[in-house]
């Protein structure tokens, strides 16, 4: 990889959970020679240690069938690849093993008559490669094509096929140039892929040039290295951020689990200088699909400082279909979080469709008779607003 070349940004001590401990990586029976465990919360080691094979995979646990045939069958279809951190979060869980289900191929995947490879028809709503323009004030920018883990349920799966964009120059370059000729955008949504695996200096750049344009007013990253790749979230990058203020981190986690010393820690690193944090989750099967799974996730998430922003319901992506979740189901979990957790742990319920996000949370006005709402409290009982006009 080519970023492999640069010095790494990793500072000794921030994380030190692992670094300081290799013995406590071997303990998990995860076989690390002395040195790569010391470079374990190295975020560029992590990237060329990158699991793509089932022999590497075997290193960390036995495999299941679906999973050896996983590895094999989908070369070529879709991709696949875990850092060595997220493949001992899944050595070391218990039970269902949510963690391993979203990051190892299954042959199932193969099995999917349904799914589509674009299912939010991005390409045509994308004025220039890469950007994507749905809504008349902001966009997101696709910068990225890499991601530390290749999620199983990714609907950006079709990324497989373009192995030549990551930072790639022309493409922010005419990324730049439509959102400079387009006052209307006042929110750019830097996504990818994962934007955060790229260096240092390419975010820095692509910050500044976006900070140019006089009609942007605020910056967001998408990114899913606080779960996948913790080690990436350094200090410095959270300055290089903060420099460019106001900038706004939405990450993804889906299960409590994943929030580990080292996420947490990642978190700590972007809240302390000032970046708020959201979460956007995909409610999946045998992941997080039932209401004490999500109800931990939010407590989580709050009580490490970042808000439940959406749920989305899962698209009919290919090679999901394992994952999918049915709408009364998922209507179902979210509505038993409400009255049960604090309000704003409480994330809204979406389906992205391609014209842009619906809400589906669960309707509690039941009706209306005339000015009047029908209603429903969340014991089930049914009141009459009256609409009183003064
Ligand atoms: C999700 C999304 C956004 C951001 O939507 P918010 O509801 O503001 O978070 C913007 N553009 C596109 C194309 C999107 O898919
Ligand atoms: S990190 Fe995001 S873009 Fe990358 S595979 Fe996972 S869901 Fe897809």
Redesign the pocket.
């Known amino acids: 990889m080519s970023t492999s070349t640069e010095t790494p940004a990793y500072s000794a001590g921030e994380f030190a959970h692992f670094a300081q401990d290799p013995a406590s990586i071997t303990a998990q029976g995860i076989r690390l020679s002395a040195s790569d465990a010391e470079r374990f919360t190295n975020w560029r080691w992590q990237i060329t240690h990158q699991i793509t094979t089932a022999s590497t995979a075997r290193t960390y646990f036995p495999l299941n069938q679906e999973e050896e045939r996983g590895f094999t069958s989908l070369e070529g279809l879709f991709k696949t690849g875990v850092t060595p951190y997220y493949l001992t979060l899944a050595a070391q869980e218990q039970g269902g093993g949510a963690i391993r289900l979203q990051a190892l191929p299954r042959q199932e995947e193969e099995d999917d008559l349904l799914g589509l490879m674009d299912p939010?028809q991005e390409k045509s709503?994308s004025p220039v490669k890469e950007v994507?323009h749905?809504?008349p004030d902001?966009?997101?920018f696709c910068v990225a094509m890499l991601c530390p883990v290749y999620c199983r349920y990714c609907y950006r799966k079709r990324r497989d096929e373009e192995e030549g964009l990551h930072y790639n120059r022309k493409i922010v370059e005419d990324g730049l140039a439509y959102i400079a000729s387009n006052p209307a955008i006042k929110?750019v949504?830097i996504t990818g892929g994962d934007p955060f695996i790229a260096s240092d200096q390419s975010i820095e750049t692509l910050l500044r040039r976006l900070r140019q344009i006089p009609h942007v007013e605020i910056i967001r990253f998408g990114t899913r290295t606080p779960v996948t790749l913790p080690y990436r979230v350094t200090k410095e990058l959270a300055a290089i951020l903060a420099a460019h203020h106001p900038v706004w981190v939405n990450t993804h986690f889906n299960t409590a689990e994943e929030i580990t010393p080292e996420a947490s820690q990642a978190i700590n690193n972007l809240l302390s200088h000032g970046i708020p944090l959201g979460n956007q989750s995909v409610l999946l099967k045998g992941i997080n699909d039932s209401s004490a799974k999500m109800m931990a996730l939010c407590r989580k998430l709050i009580i490490n400082r970042v808000r439940p922003y959406y749920v989305f319901h899962p698209h009919l992506v290919a090679g999901t279909a394992h994952l999918r979740v049915s709408l009364r189901e998922g209507q179902g979990i979210m509505k038993s979080l409400r009255g049960n957790i604090s309000g704003f742990a409480i994330p809204r319920y979406i389906v992205?469709t391609p014209s842009g996000?619906v809400p589906l949370d669960y309707n509690y006005v039941l009706a209306a008779d005339g000015d009047d709402l029908i209603i429903e409290d969340i014991h089930g009982e049914i009141w009459r607003e009256r609409d009183v006009q003064p």
Do not use: E, I, S
């Open positions: 939010l709503h994507v749905v809504y902001r966009v997101a929110d949504l992205d996000k």
